[in-house]
Structures are given as C-alpha cells and as structure tokens.
Nanobody
Framework: QVQLVESGGGLVQAGGSLRLSCAASGSTFSSYALGWFRQAPGKEREFVSYITWSGAGTYYADSVKGRFTISRDNAKNTVYLQMNSLKPEDPAVYYC????????????????WGQGTQVTVSS
C-alpha cells in the first residue's frame, strides 16, 4: 500500500512557475514508478509526466514538454513536478499516482492516487 499526498498548487500568473510535491508513505517508495496527471473541469484525466523507479527515465506529454520537469527524491519519499512558463490551458487538478511496475502513460495502469492539488493560472 502507498499513500500519496500532493501539495504546492495555487494561483499563478501566466508565465509563472509552481512546484508540486507528492509525498508518499506506506511502502517501498523507491520501487514505484510515479506519474503526474491532470484533470480540468469537464475533461478526462490526462497524462502529464512519469518517472521510473530509479529516476533515470522520464517522459512528458507534448503539451508540457520543455516547460515541466519531473524529479524524485527517494530519500524523502517525494516526487516533484516543476512547472514553468504556465499557460492558460494548464489549470487543472493535478494528481500524482504510483504503480509497482514499469512506468506508464495510461492512468488505468496506476494503482495508487493522491487526492489532487488545484493549479489555477490567471491571464
């Protein structure tokens, strides 16, 4: 079992930055692949980024590539999402997720989810 708690969301102006954190507890964090997803009102939950258990592999949705960076600190049981150059299309509830297998872009592949953190971008 893994429990995930996101933090770091908030209101930021377009072009600004936020860093989301996701703290994990309950199991061997370092063995889990981690992903970030987001869901805007009226839309499906969509993939944003993932990072492999070792941190050596990362992948990004085209919509955030070059602006967002995922990282993890296994000593702190935490995964981060640094979001720069935020755009009006980025607002959503951002979720972190974990799976004890290879990293995936598919939300249904993940076993554990956090409660989400709201990101709002003002233009």
């Amino acid at each position: 079992q893994v429990q995930l708690v996101e933090s770091g969301g908030g209101l930021v102006q377009a072009g600004g930055s936020l860093r989301l954190s996701c703290a994990a507890s309950g199991s061997t964090f370092s063995s889990y692949a981690l992903g970030w997803f987001r869901q805007a009102p009226g839309k499906e939950r969509e993939f944003v980024s993932y990072i492999t258990w070792s941190g050596a592999g990362t992948y990004y949705a085209d919509s955030v590539k070059g602006r967002f960076t995922i990282s993890r600190d296994n000593a702190k049981n935490t995964v981060y999402l640094q979001m720069n150059s935020l755009k009006p299309e980025d607002p959503a509830v951002y979720y972190c997720a974990a799976r004890n297998r290879l990293a995936s872009r598919e939300r249904y592949d993940y076993d554990y989810w956090g409660q989400g953190t709201q990101v709002t971008v003002s233009s």
